[in-house]
């Protein structure tokens, strides 16, 4: 039997322990360099490790203002006010590892098992459909034999293919799973998938033993950390990093995430498209020690540092937040969350209001509200929630490059778009309340744009949507 010990021997390891240790013990807080490295951020420019480093290292009230500030200013640049709205599904359970943190992990012999059936599938997808749903990331637990490359393949084509009324669909399915093998790869490349997210969960190798019992695949460090390149390799450039803050110092881990992200683009030419930056959750069986719990204000302190460092990467926010921190961080360069999100598996279609069940789940998460409750509170805070999946649509390729790299493409098509798909959202799904908000949403935005032949045809375009056309696309 091969063993990913053996899988993983040539890796290449870039994530060199000493150097982050020394860049947090040894970086000061110094202003002018910060308003430095700060314009070049809101330049678009990404940044190197020292300079991460330096902004790290400003804990001063002045300095954190001034970080926010820019943060907030680049995030407008570069993403607008669009918000990409998504629901994780959770297909299966069964779990080789033992990952200490989580609730699926093997040793647990009272977390209740299950992987959802083809029919309890389309069940799911078409809940999540008739609830105003157009993107989902599936999630599995690491099992050989349950999970292979063949059954996310397989997967994937069930969600792509549930049909609901009012031309109700999935147009992008991302996918949460184990590091695959290059083959693997390529079979979940070949069924559409979108980004294939791995999380390192913390880059620090000393912890990630300590949490990854050697004796389980999980357990290898370097199989995990190269599992992007097999990625690439395999034809899968669209992929997603994260780090499960908590396990570690939550500094070592931005420098980690920063340092993949740079040699991802320097080893294929494309960085990640999204980061995700989860914080470690209660979970059914779970201990986690506090030594290094991500208080608040750090959190927001990450967010806008990785806004910052990685302008070309999308940021993802999860539902395992409360909606007050939601509220408090969204506007720091987040630009996808999770909505209406139910961890429970097959749970989407069971009456909603009832506790969590954490037997069932992996972990407990903090925003529970429903799609549409989410919505009216963007719509509220003058985000335009965005369903659309456009560009990998109609083949626009290096899509999250051009969006920021080509002058005047956020007005041509992301606007657009995003308007489009919230119209669609709003006559086939909203409530009466949301409705009225997000049609007051799209006359402002529509107010912003210059009098003339495009503004015509957007207005025209939303008509349409109205008299119920659909998946009309920029
Ligand atoms: N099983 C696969 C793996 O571990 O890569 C894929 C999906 S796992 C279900 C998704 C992610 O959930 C993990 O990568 C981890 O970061 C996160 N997670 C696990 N336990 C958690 C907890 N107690 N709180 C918050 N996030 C957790
Ligand atoms: Fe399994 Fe993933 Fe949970 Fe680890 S985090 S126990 S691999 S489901």
Known sequence: MTTSKQLSKNAVDFIDDEKLHRLINETREDLGRTREIVQKGVQKEALTLEDTAALLAVTSSDGVAELFESAKSLKKAIYGNRIVLFAPLYIGNYCVNNCTYCGFRKSLRSTVRRT?????????????????????????????????????????????????????????????????????????????IGTFQIFQETYHKESYNKYHPINTVKGDYMWRLNAMNRAFEGGCDDVGLGALFGLYDWRFEVLGLVAHSLYLQQNYGVGPHTLSFPRIKAAHGVKVDSQYQVTDEQFKRLVAILRLAVPYTGLIMTARESPEVRDDVIEF??????????????????????????????????????????????????????????????????????????????????????????????????????????????????????????????????????????????
């Not at 990331?137 to 996310?152: A, D, K, N, R, S």
């Open 116 to 192: 959802l059936s083809d029919n309890e599938l389309i069940a799911e997808v078409a809940q999540l459909q008739r609830e105003g749903h157009k993107r989902l990331i599936l999630v599995y637990g690491e099992h050989p034999h349950e999970y292979t490359p063949e059954f996310i393949a397989h997967t994937v084509k069930v969600c792509y293919g549930v049909k609901t009324e009012h031309g109700g669909e999935i147009r992008r399915v991302n996918i949460n799973a184990a590091p695959l093998s290059v083959e693997g790869f390529k079979t979940v490349k070949e069924a559409g």
């Open 333 to 474: 360069g987040v630009s996808q969350i999770d909505a209406g999100t139910r961890l429970e598996i097959g749970s989407y279609q069971e009456p909603r209001g009832g506790e969590q069940e954490l037997k069932r789940e992996q972990f407990k998460i903090g925003d529970t509200r429903e799609l549409d409750e989410v919505i009216r509170w963007l719509l509220q805070r003058d985000f335009i929630p965005s369903f659309c999946t456009s560009c990998y649509r109609l083949g626009r390729t290096g899509v999250h490059f051009m969006e920021y790299a080509i002058p005047g493409f956020i007005g041509k098509f992301c606007t657009p778009n995003a308007l489009l798909t919230l119209a669609e959202y709003l006559e086939d799904y909203a409530s009466p309340e949301t409705k009225i908000a997000g049609y007051e949403l799209i006359n402002r935005e529509l107010a912003i744009f210059p009098q003339g032949d495009f503004k015509s045809k957007i207005e025209q375009r939303i008509d349409q949507v109205k008299s119920g056309e659909r998946d009309l696309l920029y």
